[in-house]
């Protein structure tokens, strides 16, 4: 495999975060990330239609400072890559029409990048050396997913959440706890000192499955809520959450990586900043002998350096997407290999 040396400017915006990164000389030379999170805080969640606005607003000096930081002007790029898949649909079309206006103008190849992808191959921008296959756990505000990546670009779906993602377990129980948007960040302070066994809360299916459920987790606290009243402890509450929602996560991934052999275990998505959620599956993995690997802060939560080295991978191999293709508020990784399983 061979990455395309670049320079290569990724956007990503497919959900509340507008974000631009330079690829160049086998590194990540920017990656610059305009967040929208104050904007939706008024509303507890995203709401899409501000989410475009607040894009289109943000797009062009977004991609200006990546550029800037990265030492580099729009004449010294080599390609593109963007993010047109799965995502609100008028958020990825800000970044896609920036993308193939940029492409266009300056006769570029551009690549469109499946999110999911981006997220999976984050865990080897600073790890290159990672040994194949390596698992991959995905959590993120909208996907739960344990994937075999067999190579860059051969990915094999094992396993994902019947309903609910990680991330919205964690919001949807920060909102009904009151601890505020998002929740993951809010649930993990909060939590910190908190007994986790205090309420027992459900971890969603039981047995030998590599799927996962959430929405049992929500309901429950939203009985503990009523049931407890003014006595309920806001911090064992939070500790009891995290714990439900980390433990199954981390010991579901442990064992899948125990059958299936293999030496080498990733976490990435925004859920993959939860320090609990590191250091047990970091555990589990020291146990089994196998390499775990989590990317920097900066490359969980959304970000377009994930998207350029995508990008450097397909436009590597010789892709280029044209001008024509679309963008899709759902969509199969690319080159699955097997469906998921129970
Ligand atoms: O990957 P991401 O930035 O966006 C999506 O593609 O969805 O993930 C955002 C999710 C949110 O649900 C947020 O609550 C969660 O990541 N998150 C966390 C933490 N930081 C962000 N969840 C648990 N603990 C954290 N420290
Ligand atoms: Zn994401």
């Known amino acids: 495999m061979s990455l395309h040396p670049g320079p290569i400017l990724g956007i990503e915006t497919s959900c509340d975060e507008t974000s631009a990164a330079v690829w160049a000389d086998g ?26 606005r607040a894009h289109v607003e943000s797009v062009v ?22 993010t047109n898949r ?28 499946h999110h999911i992808e981006g997220h999976l191959l984050s865990a080897f921008i600073e790890h290159r050396e990672l040994p ?10 909208g996907h739960t997913e344990l994937v075999l990546v067999r190579a860059f670009g051969r990915y094999e779906v094992l396993g994902e959440t019947l309903d609910d993602a990680a991330g919205e377990a964690f919001d949807k129980s920060a909102r009904l706890l009151g601890l505020g948007y998002p929740g993951g960040r ?29 929405s ?16 309920l402890d806001l911090t064992d509450a939070a500790a009891s959450v995290q714990h439900a929602i980390v433990s199954v ?40 002998g196998a390499a775990f690997s989590v990317p920097a802060m900066e490359y969980c939560t959304d970000n377009a350096a994930m998207i350029a080295f995508a990008g450097a991978f397909r436009l590597g191999r010789g892709e280029d997407d044209g ?9 199969e990784l690319p080159s699955v290999t097997s469906p998921a399983s129970g």
Request: charged fraction near 20%; include cysteine; charge should be neutral.
């Open 27 to 52: 590194e990540i030379r920017s990656n610059v990330v305009a967040s929208q999170i104050a904007l939706h805080r008024q509303w507890g969640g995203v709401v899409p239609e501000a989410a475009a």
């Open 61 to 82: 000096p977004v991609l200006e400072a990546a550029l800037s930081e990265a030492g580099l002007s729009v004449g010294d790029l080599k390609g593109v890559a963007v």
């Open 86 to 113: 799965p995502g609100l649909v008028g958020a990825l079309n800000v970044g896609v029409t920036a993308a193939k206006t940029l492409a266009s103008f300056h006769g570029l190849p551009i690549c469109a990048v």
């Open 132 to 141: 194949m296959p390596t698992l991959a756990l995905v959590v993120s505000g």
């Open 186 to 214: 809010a649930i993990q302070e909060r939590a910190t000192g908190g007994n986790p066994e205090r309420y027992r809360l459900p971890q969603g299916l039981e047995g030998d499955t590599r799927n996962f459920s959430f």
């Open 216 to 231: 049992g987790l929500k309901t429950a606290v939203m009985r503990l809520v009523d049931l407890e009243g003014d006595s």
């Open 249 to 288: 996560l981390a010991d579901r991934t442990a064992r899948t990586a125990e059958d299936l052999g293999v030496r080498a275990v990733a976490l990435v998505g925004g859920v993959a900043a939860n320090q609990a959620l590191r250091d047990r599956l970091a555990m589990r993995c020291a146990r089994l």
């Open 323 to 331: 001008l024509e293709f679309d963008v899709h508020s759902n969509a």
